[in-house]
């Protein structure tokens, strides 16, 4: 098992819907990130969450850090064409040096 | 700014052969870390490298070797070849551990 646990892993939706993908441990993180990745690229950085309970927005995505700092959610709205992509959370633990990626979940939105 | 840069794009293998995979980035940044990637296991962390001279192994270590002699460079050394490391690897650089990390845009390996 991995660290960081995505769900769902594949996600297929149509232009204009809602959808949220989850990211899980049982560890808790000094700080968590979210990735999009494009094939054939390397995933490119949206946001970063520090504190337990924050809510960052960009644009129509919504970004949620756990209180407890143990798992997150990201939030879309009316979803796009141009969201379809590859959706990696990422985080370090507390200890040691090691930055780890969840599972990661494969989003196609259908115009 | 070239950023993380990553060669070979493409890689065929026999098992049993050897290959460095090279990444070099210019942002100065002390981080760099080796991650394969693999379908439905998201990334992956191979080793690692806090510094000039510092390297440490990350989950999947066996079987690639790493070493860090200079800032800009982290090689990724296969030692012989196997059928499961056929994967796509990407190196990345960050100013520190959980800042942002910047990829590189990947080596396809096939080991046959």
């Known amino acids: 098992t991995q660290l960081l646990e995505q769900s769902p892993q594949f996600l297929s939706i149509q232009e204009g819907e809602n959808l949220t993908v989850y990211c899980n441990s049982s560890?808790?993180?000094?700080?968590l990130q979210w990735y999009r990745q494009e094939p054939g690229e390397g995933p490119v950085l949206l946001v970063t969450?520090?504190?337990?309970?924050e809510v960052k927005k960009l644009k129509r995505l919504t970004f949620q850090f756990g209180d407890a700092r143990k798992d997150s959610s990201l939030h879309i709205t009316a979803a796009q064409p141009g969201d379809t992509g590859l959706y990696l959370c990422?985080?370090?633990?507390?200890?040691?040096?090691?930055?780890?990626f969840g599972t990661g979940t494969s989003l196609t939105v259908i115009p | 700014n070239a950023g993380v840069t990553q060669t070979p794009k493409f890689q065929v293998l026999k098992t049993g052969q050897s290959m460095t995979l090279q990444c070099a980035q210019d942002m100065n940044h002390e981080y760099m870390s080796w991650y394969r990637q693999d379908p439905g296991m998201g990334l992956r962390l191979i080793h690692y490298s806090v510094g000039a001279g510092i390297t440490d192994q990350g989950e999947v270590p066996n079987g690639y070797n790493v070493s860090r002699s200079t800032t800009e460079d982290f090689p990724l050394r296969l030692l012989s070849a196997a059928p499961s490391q056929t994967s796509v690897y990407f190196c990345a650089s960050s100013y520190f551990r959980g800042t942002e990390a910047f990829f590189g845009q990947g080596t396809r390996l096939t080991v046959v």
């Open positions: 990422a985080a370090r633990k507390n200890t040691g040096n090691q930055f780890y």
């Open positions: 969450v520090v504190t337990g309970g």
């Open positions: 560890s808790v993180f000094s700080s």
